[in-house]
């Protein structure tokens, strides 16, 4: 049995600069990585896809979907055959703006490159990861980065690895296309290009916040929740939502407000987490 990890996505910042000719939007992104998420398993002796998991009955049934795409995609670059079965266990809520799909179809390709004895850094992996989706390339990787273009531009920077961070959804699903098709057009200007991770994140913003709060206005709840949280730092959306974050001073604090949470919102997903 091979496993690997899906780690979340998270924006720290995302900044929509234009709507681009081919349909996408040009975006800056502050890409970073907390410790947990979904698990990817493959089985050599087994066949087929199966979803399992806190979330896996809202994937249930469904014939394609990253995962299989990913899997299909690998074996169709490298001519090697992918037999066996793959088993995603989905702890992550769906379209939760925490890159979940993008995770699980970069850990199956690592999954698979390991089996098949490719080097991660092989251009042809990144090459599949891209053709999948914006995402999957820096999923691929896991590390922190400034992302550009759609997405897959990938500039490599220092993290802030162990920072308390705690993860919150309301319990709704939004789709991204419906929250682009809302932002309103307005660059609003570039990223900031100095300090470290959590202050340039600071001094940013989301640009997706707005028009995601007219699909679920739910969200400001959830971001207001976390901005009363004692030992919160950095407050804020990540990626079209409905998943919001908050960066804490130290692991007490975090763990707090996880079990005000608890208390407070019992329907509301939460994760108790650091940054990777």
Not at 119 to 127: L, V
Not at 206 to 229: F, G, K, M, R, S
Request: glycine share 12%; charged share 20%; net charge negative.
């Amino acid at each position: 049995m091979l496993i690997e990890p899906a780690p979340a996505k998270l924006n720290l910042a995302l900044h929509v600069r234009r709507r681009r000719d081919d349909g996408y939007h040009e975006l800056e992104t502050l890409f970073a990585f907390v410790r947990d998420g979904d698990v990817v398993r493959l089985d050599p002796e087994g066949q087929g896809f199966a979803v399992e998991g806190p979330f896996g009955a809202v994937l249930a049934g469904e014939g394609d979907n990253l995962v299989t795409r990913a899997r299909d995609a690998f074996g169709a670059a490298f001519g090697v055959a992918t037999p066996g079965q793959i088993t995603l266990d989905k702890r992550l809520p769906v379209a939760s703006g925490l890159g979940g799909g993008s995770a699980d179809a970069a850990a199956t390709l690592r999954l698979l490159a390991r089996r098949a004895g490719v080097a991660i850094e092989d251009q042809r992996m990144f090459a599949v990861a891209d053709a999948l989706g914006s995402d999957v390339p820096v999923c691929l990787y896991g590390r922190t980065a400034i992302g550009t273009g759609r997405g897959e531009r990938l500039e490599w920077i220092d993290g802030a690895p162990g920072v308390p961070v705690l993860l919150v959804n309301p319990g709704v699903a939004v789709s991204t296309g419906a929250v682009f098709r809302a932002w309103d057009g307005s660059d609003r200007g570039p990223m900031p290009a100095d300090g470290d991770l959590i202050a340039r994140a600071k001094a940013g913003r989301n640009d997706l916040y707005p028009p995601a709060l007219t699909v679920a206005p739910e969200i400001a709840e959830a971001v207001a929740w976390l901005e009363c949280q004692p030992g919160a730092d950095l407050c804020r959306m990540s990626g079209s939502g409905a998943t919001c974050f908050a960066t804490f001073a130290d692991g007490a604090s975090g763990a707090a407000a996880a079990e005000r949470l608890h208390h407070e919102h019992p329907d509301w997903w939460c994760l108790e987490t650091v940054l990777s």
